[in-house]
């Protein structure tokens, strides 16, 4: 009887079982209610809003960013074609440049050779005679017969004009004052005797080398207007009846005889007044004029040193009378 209640028991608590199992099931498999599936889409559309306009924003950025660099590298290839623009330019610049070196590099040349040319025939003319030169010349031009002068030596410079026409002697006479009138003018401050070539000797005022444009050659062998025979007049072979005391302006002083000439030649073209060179004890001076007056003697001083010789300077000398300027 046990047995039979037991198993009665245990049929009915599987039964039970089975039956708790079928609800569960049949409760799961019931659909879901119509609400709850519009809330679960709505918040999924919310989700996916966000979602989108977060992408949105990205992309935006993205874009400006890409605008960014399109204006940024626009602006680079505008940069660039002008540089280019530029260093074409330069180099066309710097080409015409190097054109223009050239042909300067080319005409100094040319002008150097031209001046060769010119010394060498000026060497020639120096060793023609007058007459040799006559039917020559009648057939140079003016600014020709100029540049054979200015190169020839100054001893024998007066051979050329002396083989000229008088009237055309005279042009090229003028046009040689006129250029060393502009020399004078642009340099009238130059100092141009070296120092080694003057050795000063005056006990109390000594004064050094006189500056003049028209003394220029003593330093640089420039050639002089015209050459002389140099006046030597020594105190000591003054005629004791035809000297006094009196002044002269010292021009120059040294132990070099050809510097002293130079001096005197320069001073001849230069000064309307008798100059002389004066030698004692080896000591060669140029003097200028013959004054009674001291205050006369500096008068003209300051004209010879507006003349080129700024160191000139006022000294008692034997004048001679017959010349004096009073």
Request: aromatic fraction near 6%.
């Amino acid at each position: 009887m046990k047995k039979i209640i037991i198993w009665t028991g245990s049929t009915i608590g599987f039964f039970i079982v089975i039956i708790g199992v079928m609800f569960g099931i049949m409760a799961y498999l019931e659909p879901v209610d119509e609400d709850m599936q519009m809330k679960v889409a709505k918040r999924n559309l919310s989700v996916s809003n966000q979602l989108i306009q977060k992408k949105v924003v990205i992309i935006d950025s993205l874009s400006s960013e890409n605008n960014h660099l399109i204006n940024k590298l626009q602006l680079n290839n505008l940069v660039k074609d002008s540089l280019q623009i530029q260093l074409e330019f330069k180099d066309n610049l710097i080409s015409e440049y190097n054109k223009i070196t050239e042909k300067l590099n080319g005409d100094l040349l040319a002008l150097n050779k031209q001046k060769i040319r010119i010394k060498e025939l000026a060497k020639t003319y120096e060793t023609m005679k007058t007459g040799e030169m006559k039917p020559i010349l009648e057939n140079v031009d003016n600014e020709t017969v100029l540049a054979i002068y200015n190169n020839m030596n100054s001893r024998t410079r007066k051979n050329i004009l002396m083989a000229l026409p008088k009237k055309r002697a005279s042009a090229i006479t003028q046009l040689i004052a006129k250029g060393e009138k502009k020399k004078t003018s642009l340099t009238p401050e130059k100092v141009s005797t070296p120092a080694r070539n003057v050795h000063n000797t005056k006990p109390a005022q000594v004064k050094s080398k006189p500056d003049s444009s028209a003394s220029a050659s003593w330093n640089n062998g420039r050639n002089k207007i015209k050459s002389e025979q140099v006046k030597s007049t020594p105190d000591s072979r003054l005629a004791q009846d035809n000297q006094r005391n009196g002044y002269r302006v010292q021009l120059f002083t040294g132990r070099k005889e050809k510097y002293a000439k130079e001096c005197k030649s320069d001073a001849d073209q230069l000064l309307d007044l008798p100059i002389y060179i004066v030698h004692k004890t080896n000591i060669y001076k140029v003097q200028a004029g013959d004054f009674t007056e001291k205050s006369a003697a500096g008068n003209h001083c300051k004209l010879i040193q507006e003349k080129g010789f700024k160191d000139a300077w006022v000294v008692k000398a034997q004048i001679e009378i017959q010349l004096a300027h009073h």
